[in-house]
């Protein structure tokens, strides 16, 4: 038997895999929703830890040297990390042109926490240093972004067409020049 497809057929599978990835999409939006949501929450847990200056489980030791208890350690902690977070969200669900600048951000608050994290003493201070080489690489390319999208958009430019003039007077030149000789 001969299986004829229909237009009622594809408008199934259409719906079909729309649905599926709209579930998908739903999906991963509610998780980001939910990880805004507790945000504060995630930020508030440095008042569970002790204020003294170890702290003491089973799994591990947690000292803290420059802080003056584990509780401010951690305070500062998690001051780098949610909205390390929230700006990871932010970069990774944007759809904005110039969302690569929101790497910047990103880079300052890593480099903050590790140094937080690993010197113990006092955050905030040399970051910009350290940041300077991830400026100079991201700049420039959300600098040319807008500079393409300036021309399509504003002036109506469209490279394309002007990469494929030049291809045909290069053409031309050389036609001519093999004429000439």
């Not at 237009?7 to 599926?20: D, G, P």
């Not at 030049?166 to 093999?178: N, Q, V």
């Amino acid at each position: 038997m001969k299986t004829i497809h229909t237009k009622q057929n594809k408008v199934k599978k259409e719906t079909k895999s729309k649905s599926r990835l709209t579930g998908k999409k739903l999906f991963f939006s509610s998780i980001v929703a939910i990880i805004i949501a507790i945000s504060p929450y995630i930020f508030y847990l440095y008042e569970g830890f002790p204020e003294s200056p170890t702290w003491e489980t089973s799994f591990f030791t947690l000292r803290s040297n420059y802080y003056e208890d584990v509780s401010t350690a951690m305070w500062v902690y998690l001051g780098k990390i949610v909205p390390l977070i929230l700006l990871t969200l932010w970069f990774f669900t944007c759809r904005d042109w110039w969302y690569h600048v929101i790497l910047i951000p990103i880079a300052m608050y890593i480099f903050q926490l590790i140094s937080a994290v690993i010197e113990d003493t006092l955050v905030d201070t040399k970051a910009i240093y350290y940041i300077l080489p991830v400026m100079m690489i991201i700049v420039p390319i959300v600098y040319l972004i807008r500079l393409k999208l300036f021309d399509k958009y504003v002036y109506n430019i469209d490279l394309q067409k002007i990469d494929a003039e030049l291809a045909e007077y290069e053409r031309k030149e050389k036609e001519m020049l093999e004429e000439n000789k």
